[in-house]
């Protein structure tokens, strides 16, 4: 069974920055594309970034130049580094496993596995 758990949110004001961690056990962690989404209330679960098996990286417009995707196969972690972060950006944060896509997928029902999410909130 695969197991993602992120960590690393919290409560941050605007401007800020936070780094979320996604932590993956039992799989293959190299074979996964990964990616981040995140819900706010009332609104739908949107891409966040995306890291493929091979290091490359794909960010939704509202984030890029912001947030970057990392991975460390060694540790089979995950992160996101999000800075400059906006009121707009509060929602609860997910991880998530793809290993079917080669690239990057972007739309949520194509990932696998998930984690249970983490809060971030950005005040004003």
């Known amino acids: 069974q695969v197991l993602l758990v992120e960590s690393g949110g919290g409560l941050v004001q605007t401007g800020g920055s936070l780094r979320l961690s996604c932590g993956v056990s039992g799989g293959t962690f190299s074979s996964y594309a990964m990616g981040w989404f995140r819900q706010a209330p009332g609104k739908e679960r949107e891409f966040v970034a995306g890291i493929s098996r091979s290091d490359s990286t794909y960010y939704a417009d509202s984030v890029k130049g912001r947030f970057t995707i990392s991975r460390d196969n060694a540790k089979n972690i995950v992160y996101l580094q999000m800075s400059s972060l906006k009121p707009e950006d509060t929602a609860v944060y997910y991880c998530?496993?793809?290993?079917?896509?080669?690239?990057?997928?972007?739309?949520?029902?194509?990932?696998?596995?998930w984690g249970q999410g983490t809060q971030v909130t950005v005040s004003s």
């Open positions: 998530a496993a793809d290993w079917r896509t080669l690239g990057v997928a972007r739309d949520w029902n194509e990932y696998d596995y």
